[in-house]
């Protein structure tokens, strides 16, 4: 029998490990992939140590050219091992093989040689200053690093989202602590291993694997942390800030979401239902940005639903390497079981099921994994608890509206503030609804199509800050004043 693999954290430029293990489940069906060795209390302290020490060490004493070439190695390298990151993605998560090797492991890449590419140009700003008692100044400013960074990363989007964080960390000259979900350490292993082997200097990029109680707590509350960037649950998001709370570091926060989409009378219908049907059900609804709400204008309501339901059952529910699946199973059973709670809720509320609200079944080994029927629910309230609080799942509920502003309002009436998508052949309707919407990010008849340029981040319960772009620039480093007295002659 082959030995079990043993994931270790990577830290100070060496893999590491510690006598306490867990287990790396493959939720397709249950079988083991890996054990996990959590980092013990003192490979915390080491790392943070390691990458204080690089802050004046080698990789600190790299010109922004220098850093950002050696990014690109590192992308570079990701794509030469391409194959080994989509395998360990699809292990640990079960998701289709089209969208690892469409969406995760090629963003994931793109990320470093975007960041890498944009940090050149992370210019500073001068001013000439004139003063009424006749002094003149050169004033500019110099963008230095925030100094240690503490990167903590969901499992939805493992190396899309950790790399997310992970390379404008880098390129802005930071060192970094990467802690990923222990539900998913597989390929921010992979990741350190790039690292190792294109002559990252040590302790710029450490890993640390373990449990978000056990580690995530201890990272976010250490001395040495200068910064904390976070994606993942609002609650842990408010666990973090206590624990940040008591040394004042800089946090940026990307939280849940609870997004609707509108359907307006003036949609095309077709469009809208094979939109609304990739916004809800990718990934199974594992994306913070799904669509868990749908507004129908009362003129389309029954065809919409009547399409939705229709493009729900067409969907292949399946092994990640067979043919047209279209989904997987859920991350995890601990997940499996929150997600039926929910179904399960939603009848309680008195929801009518118009698709869905079970488990498939197989009759073989994939009902030892954790997969999930899409589900479409109608007929509730929107005060319900299910068309309130995320679910992080394949299920959306779908209501009427009649009036524009009444659906702006009621898509307002929530905690939660990440994105939210509308279809409609009305340009000025576009331009008029969008900006009312409390969100951080509007789509009009597309959903999911980003630019690494544009802002991203939401509001309410659902983020602090923005990143992508200028604004990971900005958050990432620290700009510092200089001022330069211009002697008069
Ligand atoms: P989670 O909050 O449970 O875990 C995220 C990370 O935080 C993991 O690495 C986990 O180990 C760690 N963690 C947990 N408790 C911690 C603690 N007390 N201190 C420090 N770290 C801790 O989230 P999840 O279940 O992995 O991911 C799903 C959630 O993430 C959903 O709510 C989803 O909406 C959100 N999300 C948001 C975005 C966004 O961009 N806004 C993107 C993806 C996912």
């Known amino acids: 029998m082959s ?5 270790k954290s990577y830290i100070n430029g060496q893999f590491v490990d510690s006598n306490e293990y867990f287990d790396n489940i493959n939720p397709v069906d249950g079988t083991l992939i890996a054990k996990v060795s ?22 600190g004493r790299l010109s922004v050219n220098e850093r950002c070439a050696l990014l690109h190695k590192v992308a570079d390298r990701m794509a030469e091992r391409e194959e080994e990151f989509i395998a360990a993605e699809i292990a640990d998560t079960g998701k ?18 975007f960041f890498a590419d944009l940090a050149r140009f992370n210019d500073g700003e001068t001013f000439i200053t004139e003063t009424p008692s006749g002094d003149k100044a050169l004033n500019y400013s110099v963008n230095k690093p925030l100094g240690v960074v503490a990167v903590i990363s969901p499992w939805n989007l493992p190396l899309l989202l950790a790399t997310w964080k992970v390379a404008p960390a880098m390129a802005c000259g930071n060192s970094v602590i990467l802690k990923p979900s222990e539900e998913t350490s597989s390929t921010a292993v992979l990741l350190a291993e790039v690292m190792d082997e294109v002559g990252v200097p040590k302790g710029a990029f450490n890993l640390v694997l373990g449990r978000g109680k056990v580690v995530g707590d201890a990272l976010t509350g250490a001395k040495g942390i200068d910064a904390v960037t976070f994606t993942g649950a609002s609650n ?39 939109g609304v049907t990739k916004s809800t ?31 729900a059952q067409d969907i292949k529910i399946g092994y990640p390497l067979e043919k047209d699946v279209f989904i997987g199973p859920l991350v995890s059973k601990v997940h499996q079981q929150k997600v039926l709670s929910y179904y399960q809720l939603a009848k309680e509320e008195g929801a009518t099921v118009v ?8 009759n073989d080994e994939r009902d030892n994994g954790c997969f999930i029927e899409p589900t479409i629910i109608t007929g509730l309230d929107d005060n319900a608890r299910v068309n309130q609080e995320e679910i992080f799942g394949p299920i959306c509920h779908i209501s ?4 524009e502003n009444e659906v702006i309002r ?50 309410k319960l659902s983020g602090i800050g923005r990143e992508g772009g200028k604004h990971s620039l900005a958050f990432y480093s620290e700009p510092m004043n200089i001022c330069i007295n211009i002697e008069q002659a």
């Open 3 to 7: 030995e079990v693999k043993k994931l």
């Open 38 to 59: 959590e980092a013990s209390p003192a490979m915390i302290e080491a790392a943070i140590s390691g990458a204080r020490a690089a802050l004046t060490d080698e990789w």
């Open 96 to 113: 289709s093989l089209f969208q690892i090797k469409t969406i995760d492991i090629p963003r994931g890449t793109a990320n470093f040689r």
């Open 236 to 274: 842990t998001g408010k666990q973090i800030m206590k624990s940040v709370a008591q040394s004042v570091k800089p946090i940026s926060f990307e939280l849940g979401g609870k997004n609707a989409a509108i359907v307006f009378a003036d949609a095309d219908l077709d469009k809208a239902i094979k």
């Open 281 to 311: 059900f990718t990934n199974c609804g594992q994306v913070c940005l799904c669509t868990e709400k749908v507004f129908v204008h009362r003129s389309l309501f029954d065809r919409f639903v009547a399409g939705l339901k229709q493009a």
């Open 355 to 362: 698709t869905g609200g079970g488990v498939p079944i197989f």
């Open 400 to 403: 009427i509206f009649d009036e």
């Open 410 to 459: 009621r898509l307002n009436d929530t905690d939660y503030g990440l994105a939210a998508s509308i279809w409609t052949e009305n340009l000025s309707r576009a331009h008029r609804v969008a900006p009312q919407l409390d969100v951080g990010l509007v789509w009009v008849n597309t959903w999911f199509l980003r630019d690494l340029r544009a802002p991203f981040g939401g509001v």
